[in-house]
């Protein structure tokens, strides 16, 4: 991948990220997280049943072919296994947050903003 992609796939995660973390809205936050997450996690699920090459084109090698197939497979499968610790772990954390919050408050949710 080119500078550029790794570049602005860098910026969009950060911004999702920064939101999160900057968010007054607990469960709209943690509603886009999980559709997030459930998205990352079929996309690995996407690249480990492939039955060939999404990621780049094909080489003339075979022998490569079935090299890279095989290294698409484990990014979907390290895709599958990073999707529950960071985006559901994240949700319950922010859920458990609001709940303390909430407890005290005596029942009001106050916003994270101030307002």
């Not at 072919?65 to 610790?85: K, S």
Request: glycine letters at 6%; a neutral charge; charged letters at 10%.
């Amino acid at each position: 991948m080119s500078l550029a992609a790794h570049g602005a796939l860098f910026l969009s995660a950060l911004f999702f990220w920064l939101s999160v973390v900057s968010s007054s809205r607990p469960w709209s936050t943690m509603l886009a997280l999980l559709v997030n997450g459930k998205l990352a996690c079929l996309l690995g699920a996407l690249l480990i049943f492939a039955p060939r090459l999404l990621i780049c084109a094909p080489q003339a090698d075979t022998e490569t072919n079935v090299v890279d197939l095989t290294d698409q497979h484990l990014a979907g499968l390290l895709m599958i296994a990073a999707c529950p610790l960071s985006y559901v772990l994240a949700a319950c954390v922010l859920a458990g947050n609001t709940l303390m919050e909430l407890e005290r408050s005596g029942g009001r949710l106050a916003s994270r903003a101030g307002s």
